[in-house]
């Protein structure tokens, strides 16, 4: 990448194009990385805390023969 090359992304939720560093991860509901946004959405999709579905280990199927 040239020096003046910036890295443009798409934000997942809003599908614009977006320069990576004006872009933050979101977190699901136990703090793990889930997906890399823009600034404006980044705020919408956190409001309650977290990103995504709450969820527990109850949720997690882990046997072979699932």
Known sequence: MDEFEQDIRVCPNCEKEIPRSD???THDCHGIRYRL???KCHRLLMAKGY???YYSE?????????
Request: glycine content about 6%; charged content about 30%.
């Open 23 to 25: 872009m933050l991860y």
């Open 58 to 66: 109850a949720d997690e199927c882990l046997d072979v023969d699932y």
């Open 37 to 39: 946004v823009c600034y």
């Open 51 to 53: 990103d995504g579905a």
